[in-house]
């Protein structure tokens, strides 16, 4: 079976800096998805990113970008010019790639605060 | 991105009671991924809903316990059944965003309390 490792619970950084946010995972599949959710208080589960498996670049949008390491297995998130909008629970996800709808396996998810 | 409706948005319930939330979605959707997430924890999924067949349950997750329908594309029901204080979780629906790979949208969750 399929796991997600989150092994920051929490993290902090002040506004205007960079973090990065870690996150492994095991499969023994070839072909899968990586993503990031951000939960804010308000509990809605937002996307933040997502990664193919297939694809070796890397993806970014805006802010956010991740360094995918598919021989390790990892899938960090980096967070640039933080804002205080960004203090929320990030989790980072997998779901495999089989052509229909498939589940989202979750990480226990790392609390980030953005200081002032 | 599929738009979910999902009601209530809070409840807090006697123990022994049962309650139903509802998930619309915008679009018509094959799956339907029901999850818990329990006080200060992750995600975790309940059971996957196809329209016209019984819904397919995760390890840990029974049917009598959490009973699921779904009538068409863009409905579906999950009912917490004889409800204990360990029932008490956010409850989420999600649908998958069009194709593959593309992410997973969620409802805005049910805040249960069981009391």
């Known amino acids: 079976a399929q796991t997600v490792t989150q092994s920051q619970p929490e993290m902090s950084v002040q506004e205007a800096e960079t973090v990065t946010l870690s996150c492994t995972y095991d499969?023994?599949?070839?072909?899968?998805?990586l993503f990031w959710y951000k939960q804010p208080p308000s509990r809605q589960m937002i996307l933040v990113i997502r990664?193919?498996?297939?694809?070796?670049q890397n993806a970014t949008e805006n802010r956010f970008s991740v360094n995918f390491q598919k021989a390790a297995k990892s899938f960090s998130l980096k967070i640039s010019d933080s804002q205080l909008g960004d203090a929320a629970m990030y989790f980072c996800?997998?779901?495999?790639?089989?052509?229909?709808?498939?589940?989202?396996?979750f990480g226990k998810g790392t609390k980030l605060t953005v200081n002032p | 991105s599929a738009v979910i409706s999902q009601k209530p948005s809070r409840d807090i319930c006697q123990r022994g009671t049962s309650l139903t939330i509802q998930c619309q979605v915008d679009?018509?959707?094959?799956?339907m991924f029901w999850y818990r997430q329990q006080p200060g924890q992750s995600l975790t999924l309940i059971a996957t809903?196809?329209?016209?067949?019984?819904?397919?349950?995760e390890s840990g997750f029974v049917i009598d316990k959490f009973p699921i329908s779904r009538p068409n594309l863009t409905f579906s029901t999950l009912t917490v059944s004889n409800m204990s204080p360990e029932d008490s979780s956010i409850y989420l629906c999600?649908?998958?965003?069009?194709?593959?790979?593309?992410?997973?949208?969620f409802g805005s969750g049910t805040r249960l309390t069981v009391v």
């Open positions: 499969t023994s599949e070839s072909d899968y998805y």
């Open positions: 996800a997998y779901s495999h790639a089989q052509g229909g709808s498939e589940k989202l396996v």
């Open positions: 990664q193919e498996a297939y694809k070796q």
């Open positions: 809903a196809n329209q016209g067949s019984e819904a397919t349950y």
């Open positions: 679009s018509q959707v094959t799956m």
């Open positions: 999600s649908v998958e965003n069009g194709v593959a790979g593309y992410g997973y949208t």
